[in-house]
Structures are given as C-alpha cells and as structure tokens.
C-alpha cells in the first residue's frame, strides 16, 4: 500500500509540472506568433491613405507625386503636374481694391463660393461641397496652406485617391479648400466633405487669402447654409472657431 501510495504522489507531482510547462508554452507562442504577424504587417502591408478623418495625418503636409495615377468612382485620372518653381505667389484678386479684412463665403445652397474684402466681392464662383459626407457649417479660419498633398480614402464605389490635390487651404481640422481636377461638375456636391474647386479658381484664391502667421489667424472662412451677403450668412448649428 505505501508504495502504491508513494507512485501516485509521485505521478501527480509530475502531472501539476507537466501542466505548468504546457501554458508557459502556450503564452511564448502566441507571444512570438504575434510579433512575427505584426512585423510583417508592417512590411508588407501597405497602410491605406486616408483624408477627412482626424486621425489623418497624411494628406495634411505638402506631398507632390507628378509620376503618380489617381482613382476617383472608379475610373483613372491624371493629376496636373505640379512644378513647385513656376507657382506664381502674385496676388491676383483684390489687388487694387484693399478695402477690408479678407473673408471668404461658402453657400451650400447654391454651391457659390465668395471672397472679400471688407464688403469689396472680389471673387464669385461655383464650388462643390459635401456629397459622400457634409462640409462642416461654420466660422473658421485657414489654419493651413500646401501647394499640393494626396488625399484618400472612403470605401467600395466611393473610394478615391488622388495626389497632387492643387491649392490646398485647410480651414477646419482636415476639411479644406482646394483645387480639383477629376470632376468638372461644380455647382453641386461631389466631394467627401471638403470645398471642390475649378484649378484656375483654387489658384486664385491661394495666392490671395492668407495663412495664419504668428498670433495672426489665417483668412476666415465662413460656411453658410445659404448666404446673401456679408452680414447675412445663414448657418445651422454652426461651429465656431
């Protein structure tokens, strides 16, 4: 009996060691597993752009790709090539006027962009805002001012990527301003929240609003649910800034 007692003392000594070194084997391989998946996730996936999310910081510093092919609803387009060495930085619109603090209007009613200076228009033209996601209604100012940047994002038929976006003038976290050059639809919406416009336009407002410059903001910008003039900017629970 004693020394059947002592082999079944010995046996479950064995087996508590025998399950110890089981899990501590278990933990060490699935430690290693996932440190080999993340390392070559970060090798060899490719993270997928982004734009119009403030965990985006891609598409929010210059980026100029001449040699590179966009997407937009499924189609190829070429972006415009961008020569940072012929951009003209003269200040085309209001050049003679000088009457007043820079202000630019956006009217998502009627897809009209405004600029001015003082109650001087110095600028009028047709824009297209949000469609796949809403421009932001309120009081901004450009916080941001880039030549050119890739903008990407959203999924399945609304997927886009696009490099070499012209005329950049962020006013509102990544929401922007800006030059378009794959639609040609301006004056209703086709963006994912930003404000599309015409190249020759975007430019023209890029050489004239500012950015901001020490304690100075940038030019205010203004999103209006429908805009009359200056003083009579229609805004539904607006964002002021």
Not at 217 to 235: I, L, R, Y
Request: contains cysteine; glycine residues 8%.
């Amino acid at each position: 009996m004693k020394k059947q007692k002592h082999i079944h003392k010995s046996t479950g000594k064995k087996h508590k060691k025998h399950t110890a070194v089981y899990y501590l084997r278990i933990y060490t391989l699935a430690a290693v597993v996932g440190i080999l998946v993340f390392v070559a996730g970060t090798i060899f996936v490719k993270p997928s752009p982004c734009a119009n999310a403030k965990s985006c910081t891609s598409d929010l510093k210059q980026n100029i790709q001449n040699n590179a092919v966009g997407m937009f609803e499924g189609h190829k387009v070429t972006p415009p090539k961008i020569d940072l060495a012929s951009i003209s930085s003269e200040n085309v619109l209001g050049a003679t006027t000088n009457q007043g603090e820079k202000h630019i209007y956006v009217d998502l009613s009627t897809q009209i962009l405004y600029a001015y200076e003082g109650t001087t228009k110095v600028m009028q033209t047709y824009i297209s805002s949000g469609k796949w996601g809403k421009t932001p209604v309120g009081n901004f100012h450009i916080w941001e001012k880039l030549i050119a940047t890739r903008m990407a994002g959203g999924e399945g038929a609304d997927a886009y990527d696009l490099p070499n976006v012209p005329y950049v003038m962020y006013f509102y976290s990544d929401f922007g301003l800006h030059g378009a050059y794959w639609h040609d639809n301006f004056g209703h919406p086709m963006s994912h929240g930003c404000v599309n416009m015409r190249q020759i336009d975007a430019k023209a407002l890029f050489n004239w609003a500012d950015g901001p410059s020490g304690k100075t903001k940038g030019t205010a910008v203004s999103v209006c649910n429908h805009f009359t003039a200056p003083d009579m900017c229609e805004q539904d629970n607006p964002i002021n800034q």
